[in-house]
C-alpha cells in the first residue's frame, strides 16, 4: 500500500534532479581524499568530514564518534587486533513524523589499498569521462554513499517528512573482512525496520550474500646452511604443489555443494580461490636461492545456510589427513593461520519479505525492470541482519574495477539508484 501522495514523490523526484552537480562535486571531493585502509589502521576521518560539511550546507545535521569501544567490547564479531583510534563513523537521523517504518541507509568509507603503476592517473584525482567518473573507492563505495546522501537532501529540500525514520550512515572498517564501523552503529542503537548497504550492483538488488573464511597454509623447511653444500637442499618450493593439489581437491568439493534459495543459481556457488602463492621472489635484488619459507593464500567463500564453523574444522582435518600421508609435511607440518579473528557470515532475505518487495518495485518504478539475485562476494550485511536482525539488502549503482586500478562508477546509474532509493524510503518509512 503506497501512503505517498503523487506530488509530494514528484516533488522528491524534481529535487534530486536539482541535485546532480552538487552530487557530482560530492563525489570529486569525496575521490580526492585518501581514506584507504590497511590493516590494522585506517584513514576514513577526512572522508567523513567532507560529508560533514555537504549535510551542513543541505541543513542537515550529522554526528560523528568513535568507534574504539567495540574493540573493546565482547561482541564475537569484533576486530581486536586493530587501531581504532582516531577512526570515526558518521550518522545522520531525519526523525519521522511517527507511525512509519525506519530505513538505515549504509555504507563504508574505506577504500582498498592500490596498486599505483595500474592506473592512467592518480587514483585519487576524480575523472570524468564519458559519464564514467575514476578514481579511488568510486565503485567500491563513494559512489553508493554519494547516491544515498542524495536521497536525505531531496527529501530535505522538497519539504517531505517521512512518518519512520531515515538514517545514513558512513563506516569505518568494511574491507579486509573489517566490520567494527558497522558494528559500532549496531551497538550505538541506530538500528532499523530495514536497511540498503550501497555497494557496487550493477543495479541488481542483493537480497543475500556469502560469508568468507581466508587462511594463510605457510610452510618452513630447511636451513640457510644447505645451499651450497654437499648434504640434501630442504626447501618447501615443490612440496607446495602438492598442497596446491591438496586446494584443488577443495575446489572440486566446493563445486558439488548444493546451493539453494538466492544462490540457487550461480555456477559456482561456494568458490574457493587461491588469492597469492609465495615463495621466493623473480627478482634481481634476491641471489639465486631455493626458498626456505613458502605459502598459499586461500579463501573459501561460504553460503548463507552453512555451518560455518563446522566447514572450517573439516577443511583443517582434511588438510592434517593430507600432511600425514606426505612424507615432507608429516616432517615439516603446514602451518594453519586464519587471517581473521572470526570469518564473515553470509545472509540472506526471503524474496517475499515486504522489504525486499518494497526495493524491487521501486527499481521497477526508475528502471523499467529489477533484477533480484545475490551477491558474488562477502559483506558487513551479516552483521545487520544475523547480528541485530535488520532486513537487509545490497543495492547500488553500475561500475566496475573494484579492488583494481582505474575504478569507476557510472554516474546515470548513480543518479537512478538514488531515484530507486528514494523511491523505496517513501514508500517504506511513508510520508
Ligand atoms: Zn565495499
Request: include cysteine; charge should be neutral.
Amino acid at each position: 500500500m503506497r501512503q505517498i501522495s503523487a506530488d509530494a514523490e514528484a516533488a522528491a523526484v524534481r529535487a534530486l534532479k536539482d541535485l546532480k552537480p552538487e552530487l557530482t562535486e560530492l563525489l570529486k571531493d569525496l575521490i580526492r581524499v585518501n581514506t584507504v585502509s590497511i590493516p590494522p589502521d585506517g584513514n576514513e576521518t577526512p572522508g567523513q568530514l567532507v560529508f560533514q560539511k555537504f549535510f551542513r550546507q543541505h541543513g542537515l545535521r550529522s554526528e560523528l564518534y568513535d568507534t574504539e569501544f567495540v574493540a573493546k567490547s565482547k561482541n564475537p564479531w569484533s576486530r581486536r587486533q586493530r587501531n581504532y583510534k582516531g577512526r570515526k563513523n558518521l550518522v545522520v537521523r531525519v526523525a519521522g513524523s511517527g507511525g512509519g517504518h525506519s530505513l538505515l541507509l549504509s555504507g563504508h568509507m574505506d577504500t582498498v589499498p592500490t596498486d599505483l603503476a595500474g592506473w592512467k592517473h592518480s587514483p585519487w584525482e576524480p575523472s570524468l569521462s564519458r559519464g564514467r567518473m575514476s578514481g579511488l573507492g568510486t565503485f567500491d563505495m563513494k559512489g553508493g554513499m554519494v547516491a544515498q546522501v542524495a536521497v536525505l537532501v531531496a527529501l530535505k529540500r522538497a519539504g517531505i517528512r517521512l512518518k519512520g525514520d531515515l538514517l545514513f550512515e558512513s563506516v569505518v572498517d568494511e574491507e579486509w573482512g573489517g566490520g567494527n564501523g558497522t558494528l559500532a552503529g549496531r551497538m550505538r542503537g541506530d538500528n532499523a525496520d530495514a536497511c540498503v548497504i550501497a555497494e557496487g550492483t550493477q543495479m541488481e538488488i542483493y537480497r543475500a550474500t556469502r560469508g568468507s573464511f581466508v587462511v594463510d597454509l605457510l610452510v618452513q623447511a630447511g636451513s640457510e646452511k644447505d645451499y651450497f653444500s654437499s648434504g640434501e637442499v630442504v626447501s618447501p618450493a615443490i612440496p607446495l604443489g602438492r598442497l596446491l593439489g591438496w586446494v584443488d581437491s577443495w575446489v572440486q568439493r566446493r563445486k558439488t555443494v548444493k546451493a539453494r534459495g538466492a544462490y540457487k543459481d550461480f555456477a559456482d556457488a561456494a568458490p574457493v580461490q587461491v588469492l597469492a602463492v609465495e615463495a621466493n621472489r623473480m627478482e634481481n635484488l634476491l641471489p639465486l636461492s631455493v626458498p626456505l619459507r613458502a605459502g598459499i593464500r586461500v579463501y573459501f567463500q561460504t553460503l548463507p545456510h552453512e555451518d560455518v564453523d563446522a566447514l572450517i574444522s573439516q577443511i583443517e582435518a582434511s588438510l592434517r589427513r593430507f600432511e600425514r600421508q606426505d612424507s615432507f609435511f608429516r616432517k615439516y607440518p603446514v602451518k594453519w593461520s586464519p587471517l581473521l579473528e572470526s570469518p564473515l557470515l553470509g545472509h540472506e532475505l526471503s524474496a517475499s519479505h515486504a522489504w525486499t518487495r518494497c526495493m524491487v518495485k521501486s527499481v521497477e518504478t526508475v528502471m523499467g525492470s529489477a533484477t533480484l539475485t545475490a551477491a558474488p562476494y562477502p559483506c558487513d550485511a551479516f552483521l545487520m541482519q544475523r547480528g541485530y536482525n535488520i532486513p537487509t539488502l545490497v543495492f547500488g549503482p553500475c561500475g566496475g574495477g573494484a579492488h583494481n586500478p582505474n575504478e569507476y562508477v557510472e554516474m546515470k546509474s548513480l543518479f537512478q539508484s538514488a531515484e530507486a532509493m528514494l523511491a523505496a524510503a517513501l514508500d517504506w518509512c511513508g510520508a
